[in-house]
């Protein structure tokens, strides 16, 4: 029976863990309009310690970072096939791990949404498998009517089947089939039945080089004194090999098909491409700056680059491809589904070729869930806001591909109901963030990942709210909102001054924002890894107020405790200016990793204290809003358990999300791309 949330909300806060409110907006072409598919939506009380709900999600799985699509099985009188999932980084063996550090996972196909997209299960946990959870070259396919899974390296293949009434593969394999012929490093393999019991292996491998992260000195640094970066940037070999399906043995010796920079750089992943239509086969690559590439098998070494049925270069939003082709009825390998930092993304295969001969497919969409928690893309950056002036609060979250992204409430504040994350647009393009070229950790990390980090605040004074971020830059910039009511929202990114030059600082820092009387204060982390105070003076510069002060006169500082002066490792933090005690003061939270150590290097928070806390620091500031001075930190707890959310830095943002009857309550944005939702009177502090 379903119950009139709006009238009971605390009483149903009280008893529901997950309670749907009545549908809230009426079916709405998915575009521009934020409405996200043509569906009703249903809003989910937060519940405390757990993640924020949306309608629709792409899938993704508990606390990973990365995960691979690796394989698919294509049930009976499906349309689609079910897949498999490999949570290939994150967080493992948690005491609250509700699969005690599981890797691998099922998600079974549902059909369709009414937007078209296709729509699968939460995923399923399987229980034992033979291989380790950091290994990637594992395919799982439908080999003679049976789910198999291979796991493919330069010495040995290994095949275990799936016992899908147990969730097993197993614990030990069942095959091993001896491999000889070539000696580079695997990055992604593949399989294809090739007729009479044989199937072919191709194999995508490094070519022997690599980029280059030894220099951890700061006076000493990735990039030489023209700003030319010391690293290497590896191209990629490929090799077939036939094995026996029934023997299980190697026939004949390893081939190396093509090598070089032609084939791709900083390879990730391959796949084969088979359309029994027409009888073509090929090979498509993936690298991790997102370039997807195709060459035929019989030609690999023509490569050229993939496209979709616009003309325009796929590139795929995932960071660090992995790449799958989805098997069909007639026994064609021709959609692809992409993987790794981020959603999983299907492309359909139109069934034209270009040009040169290369498949032609639609637009990447989502491979999503119905009622799945809401992901925001992975080490995300929330704000909770009311973006676009409907009367209750969204969220604007950065996320590591450079994207940032509107959640938009259909819901209550107290029973929000999310619609799925919405990339927001400047000036007619949708934001992508990369470094490029010039960045802490090389071009091969810039000009993949962007570390975008937002913050939203009404920075020109209009009544429409603005965006400021830092990213892997360095720098902080500004975007004003143009009212629109459109995801083609912000104005162009324009670069904030201090004393004609740059505000330059450390790298992947969220800013904090406030107002105080009629000015408008930013934090950031400056050189000396401190955070520092400015007022802004114009559109696009401030002045400065000094690096921020505790009580005992010492400055806040976030280095890394017992790391020597490691460069990717400063920064990194997410500020956030808000007055959690409720005395009229604002206090200053700060978001860490797991290895800061804030307010100094020896005996700070979180590094000696709790490994396993929420990583968010509470600053009470004990002086004055124009003079702010603050205590020594204290870490949160959530009702004093042992929760983490990962290594990586967690990013708060005060909220009146929920139930605020004893003052607002903490949203935290994590690695894993997810909301964790904390009720004020579930947090503790660490003794």
């Given amino acids: 029976m379903r119950v009139l949330i709006k009238a009971l909300p605390v009483l149903l806060l009280a008893v529901s863990c997950r309670t749907l409110v009545p549908d809230t907006k009426p079916e709405t072409p998915?575009?521009?309009?934020?409405?996200?598919?043509?569906?009703?939506?249903?809003?989910?009380?937060?519940?405390?310690?757990?993640?924020?709900?949306?309608?629709?999600?792409?899938?993704?799985?508990?606390?990973?970072?990365?995960?691979?699509?690796?394989?698919?099985?294509?049930?009976?009188?499906?349309?689609?096939?079910?897949?498999?999932?490999?949570?290939?980084?994150?967080?493992?063996?948690?005491?609250?791990?509700?699969?005690?550090?599981?890797?691998?996972?099922?998600?079974?196909?549902?059909?369709?949404?009414?937007?078209?997209?296709?729509?699968?299960?939460?995923?399923?946990?399987?229980?034992?498998?033979?291989?380790?959870?950091?290994?990637?070259?594992?395919?799982?396919?439908?080999?003679?009517?049976?789910?198999?899974?291979?796991?493919?390296?330069?010495?040995?293949?290994?095949?275990?089947?799936?016992?899908?009434?147990?969730?097993?593969?197993?614990?030990?394999?069942?095959?091993?089939?001896?491999?000889?012929?070539?000696?580079?490093?695997?990055?992604?393999a593949d399989i294809i039945e090739a007729g009479d019991g044989m199937a072919d292996v191709y194999y995508l491998c490094g070519d022997g080089t690599a980029k280059s992260e030894t220099m951890e000195d700061v006076n000493q640094g990735y990039y030489d004194a023209y700003g030319t970066w010391r690293g290497v940037i590896g191209n990629a070999t490929m090799y077939r090999c036939r094995i026996n399906l029934s023997t299980w043995s190697q026939v004949g010796t390893a081939e190396r098909l093509a090598e070089g920079q032609k084939l791709i750089e900083m390879p990730q992943g391959i796949t084969v491409f088979y359309d029994k239509a027409s009888g073509k086969r090929g090979l498509i690559y993936g690298n991790k700056f997102g370039v997807i590439k195709y060459a035929p098998i019989d030609d690999p070494g023509n490569v050229s680059f993939l496209s979709d049925s616009h003309g325009k270069e796929l590139i795929n939003p995932s960071l660090i491809s992995g790449m799958m082709t989805f098997p069909s009825v007639s026994g064609s390998r021709t959609d692809l589904v992409t993987s790794g930092e981020g959603a999983f993304f299907y492309y359909r295969f139109t069934g034209s070729y270009d040009e040169f001969g290369a498949p032609v497919f639609e637009p990447a969409e989502e491979l999503i869930c119905r009622d799945h928690p809401a992901y925001s893309g992975s080490l995300c950056v929330p704000s909770v806001v009311d973006w676009d002036k409907d009367g209750v609060l969204d969220i604007i979250s950065g996320n590591s591909e450079g994207r940032i992204l509107f959640f938009k409430n259909y819901g209550t504040d107290a029973i929000p109901a999310f619609g799925e994350g919405q990339p927001l647009m400047s000036c007619g393009e949708v934001l992508r963030h990369h470094a490029g070229y010039f960045e802490v950790q090389g071009p091969d990390d810039g000009g993949a990942w962007g570390y975008i980090c937002p913050n939203v605040i009404d920075w020109d004074g209009d009544g429409i709210l603005d965006i400021v971020f830092s990213s892997n830059s360095s720098r902080v910039e500004v975007m004003l909102g143009n009212g629109s009511g459109t995801l083609d929202c912000l104005g162009p990114r324009m670069i904030i001054t201090l004393g004609g030059a740059e505000l330059w600082g450390m790298w992947r820092v969220r800013p904090g924002v406030t107002r105080i009387g009629t000015d408008i204060y930013l934090a950031f982390m400056d050189t000396d890894n401190a955070v520092h105070l400015y007022r802004k003076v114009s559109l696009t510069s401030v002045e400065d107020c000094g690096q921020i002060k505790m009580t005992d006169g010492n400055i806040i500082t976030g280095h890394r405790a017992n790391a020597g002066s490691t460069l990717g490792e400063r920064g990194r933090s997410k500020l956030e200016f808000a007055d959690w005690d409720g005395d009229g003061v604002i206090d200053l939270l700060i978001g860490t990793p797991q290895h800061s150590s804030f307010p100094n290097p020896t005996s700070g928070l979180p590094e000696f204290a709790s490994q396993k806390a929420l990583h968010v620091l509470y600053f009470r500031n004990a002086g004055s809003n124009s003079n702010m001075v603050f205590e020594y930190p204290k870490e949160f707890q959530f009702k004093q358990k042992k929760v983490t959310l990962g290594g990586h830095a967690q990013s708060p943002a005060v909220c009146r999300l929920g139930d605020c009857t004893n003052g607002p309550n903490l949203l935290v944005g994590c690695e894993s791309g997810r909301f964790y939702f904390y009720k004020r009177s579930d947090l503790n502090f660490i003794p």
């Avoid at 294509?74 to 994150?90: C, H, Q, R, S, V």
């Avoid at 599981?102 to 549902?110: C, H, P």
């Fill in 30 to 188: 998915r575009g521009p309009d934020f409405y996200d598919v043509r569906v009703s939506y249903s809003g989910f009380a937060p519940v405390s310690g757990e993640p924020l709900f949306s309608t629709y999600a792409p899938i993704w799985i508990y606390k990973a970072i990365a995960c691979r699509v690796n394989g698919s099985f294509l049930a009976t009188g499906k349309e689609y096939p079910d897949i498999f999932i490999n949570k290939a980084t994150g967080t493992f063996g948690d005491i609250d791990d509700p699969d005690a550090g599981g890797f691998l996972y099922y998600a079974k196909y549902q059909g369709k949404s009414t937007d078209g997209r296709l729509l699968y299960s939460d995923p399923i946990f399987i229980k034992n498998c033979p291989w380790a959870r950091g290994n990637s070259n594992v395919r799982v396919l439908n080999i003679g009517g049976r789910i198999t899974a291979f796991l493919m390296d330069r010495t040995a293949i290994q095949v275990a089947e799936f016992d899908e009434s147990a969730r097993s593969f197993g614990t030990s394999w069942q095959h091993t089939v001896a491999i000889s012929g070539f000696t580079d490093a695997v990055r992604s």
